[in-house]
């Protein structure tokens, strides 16, 4: 089955700094990226996505970047702020009609993001 | 709409005892799944279901059980609790529509098995 690394399990910048969050897949066949944001206490919420189809997105301050050849996407937020500080989960899987299966999401194990004033 | 609701939020049992957690959702989405979180570990996904009377195993199925019987409601059922299933659980849902993929999730039911 798939397995998702993510790094680093901590990151701490100053507010107005940009922040990398880094992850790899294993399974070639996995087409869908998204990322989540958890604040203490609170439901995960998806925050961007990205298909195997497109190298970058971007959404304001937030861009995600995939390397399909490395098996490998990242999150940049650039001008980082104190509410920008959560967990943050990637995530892969195999998306498609042709599945059945829905989206079962394959996550990483998180990095407590911590914007400092 | 008030998306997916999770019951209990908090709740407190001995080793041996069962229980269910409740999960319904209001956006008339086909999928449905139960994921558990435990600290540093992300989430990992216990038992989904695509449709009403259609359910499947994640990747930590043992010592949980699930039905669908209908396509709002998605409990998950916990016999012979065991201090290893303390974790937060999470219920989501998604639209049958693969032109998206995100997952709606519920509050969360702490769960702590002692």
Not at chain 1, 46 to 57: F, T
Not at chain 2, 53 to 73: A, F, L, M, Q
């Given at each position: 089955g798939?397995?998702?690394?993510?790094?680093?399990?901590?990151?701490?910048?100053?507010?107005?700094?940009s922040a990398v969050i880094k992850c790899t897949y294993s399974d070639s066949a996995s087409n869908y990226f998204p990322w989540y944001k958890q604040e203490l206490g609170k439901r995960p919420q998806?925050?961007?996505?990205?298909?195997?189809?497109?190298?970058?997105?971007k959404d304001q301050r937030i861009a995600v970047t995939l390397n399909k050849t490395a098996k490998h996407f990242s999150l940049h937020i650039t001008e980082t702020q104190p509410e920008d500080s959560a967990v943050y989960f990637c995530a892969a899987s195999i998306l498609g009609i042709l599945t059945g299966g829905g989206n079962k999401l394959t996550f990483g194990t998180g990095t407590q993001l911590k914007v400092e004033l | 709409n008030a998306g997916v609701t999770q019951t209990p939020k908090f709740r407190i049992l001995k080793i041996g005892q069962s229980m269910t957690l409740q999960c319904t959702q209001d956006m008339n989405h086909n999928y449905m799944y139960w994921y558990r979180q435990d600290p540093g570990m992300g989430l990992k996904l216990i038992y989904y279901s695509v449709g009403a009377?259609?359910?499947?195993?994640?990747?930590?199925?043992?010592?949980?059980?699930?039905?669908?019987?209908?396509?709002?409601?998605f409990p998950l059922r916990l016999e012979l609790a065991a201090p290893s299933q303390t974790s937060v659980y999470f219920c989501a849902s998604s639209y049958l529509d693969s032109s998206t993929g995100e997952l709606f999730f519920g509050e969360g039911s702490r769960l702590t098995v002692l």
């Open positions: 798939e397995n998702v690394e993510q790094h680093p399990s901590t990151l701490s910048v100053q507010e107005g700094d998806l925050i961007i996505d990205i298909r195997s189809n497109v190298g970058e997105k | 009377g259609i359910t499947d195993k994640g990747e930590v199925p043992n010592g949980y059980n699930v039905s669908r019987s209908t396509t709002e409601d």
